[in-house]
């Protein structure tokens, strides 16, 4: 049926091929230029919805708005009967044995342009953002003296990057200590046009008033919801937009109330904390885990559960030898993964065996628990947290979607967390994070069928075989962010090209 469907659209292309007209005059694509107009054509396109792809079509994007999707069919019939034509742009790119997608939405990330300390070109993240596809930043946390300019220039064209939604950490400079003063904070943030705000170690009494205040300023609250004073229970009940990582949701479902811990424990010393929190959903109770998530969903508090970043907690030598690490990983970022309980997050001294054990029985319970709050209705969105624990910018987002497929979901679910679910955490869920007319220009083209291999949105591509062959594939094409289109390989080059001056720079400073 497919092939007799597809034979028929050849005819149809031999036909149009030997008519008479001339062919529109395009161009392909430039790398970071944007046209007033551009045309993906022959794209199948997974729209980001959790629906079934198809196509293909020819998309029309006028400056930085998809304008119009044709259905490829119709404009066959169309140019059979005469009257139609196929859509005609400054630019084009042909998406055959492509898929279009929207752009990824990172919703939890930091932009980052140092580390310990130690200074890292801003482009190097965000090139890699870029290049993996990313086309939307949710912040959660870096100084906001830098990143609204740097948001403001990405906005007006001048940086290449994705969209920055930028939510700075609640508790810096300093930790407002009293409900009084986290209403004067939540003011002052709204001042100095933060996009949210996000909470961690806050006490409950601040927790309430901030969301009180950030409700009534319209200003949206994630929550690293770390073991503290409060829980998944405090989130439900005033209205925190979504819960980050995962510590909350099981210790609010521990039947003691609070884990069991030795006693030595000090949860200060991250060997100590990342240690046990391998053992904290082991000691949810199963149904009041059910009641949590259950309230969760009927409070509308989305999760994004960030899986990547305790992978290495997991496994630890798989997280060490990432094969991107060869030519993409700078020798910043290289040192502060090293271990060290000055660095948050490089906390594997003394990392053992049984660790990992405890940890791969982890993520077993918090995968169903993510599945189970999936199916009462929950929203997940995708976060990778990089820059920490072994972690790279943009890879970790697609490390992040491979970890949601071990944890059950269909690849369809898993591109909705990535795209439309994270446009709806963003309340951007009218113009981003779908592939449809009248919403942004924000699409990635990619090499190859994430439905059949997530693999294909590394940036750096994967193996397949081909006629016999093994043959290297996939990788993100173009990543068009409103209406610009960014070509993934030239991206990945300029990476390379910034971490190998970063090494030769770092190799001659130690002679
Ligand atoms: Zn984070």
Redesign the pocket.
Known sequence: MLNTRLHCFAGVALLLASSARPAPAQTTAQHGKRTASLVIRNALVIDGTGTPASGPYDILIENNRITRMYPIADAVAAVIGGQGNRPKADAEIDARGKYVLPGLINA?A?VQDERAGVPQEQDYELKIWLASGITSVRD??SDTRKTIPLREKIAAGEIAGPRLFHYPFFIAPTIPATPAEARARVQDLKKAGVDGIKITGIKRDVMEAMLDEAHKLGLRVAH?AAVEETNAWDDIKFGTTSI?HWYGIPDAAIPDGVQNFPADFNITDETHRFRYAGHLWREADPARLKDVLAAMVKANVAWVP?LDIYEASRDLQRAQGQPWFTDYLHPTLEEYFKPNPMNHGSYFIGWTSVDEAFWKENYQIWFRALRDFERMGGTIAAGD?AG?IYQMYGFGLIRELELEQEAGFPALKILQHATSNGAKVLGREDDLGRVRVGWLADLIVVNGNPLENLKVLYPTGTDAVKDGKIVHTGGVEWTIKDGIPYHGPTLLKEVKDIVARARARRAGEKR
């Open positions: 939890h930091h959660v946390g690293h980050e960030t947290d920490f």
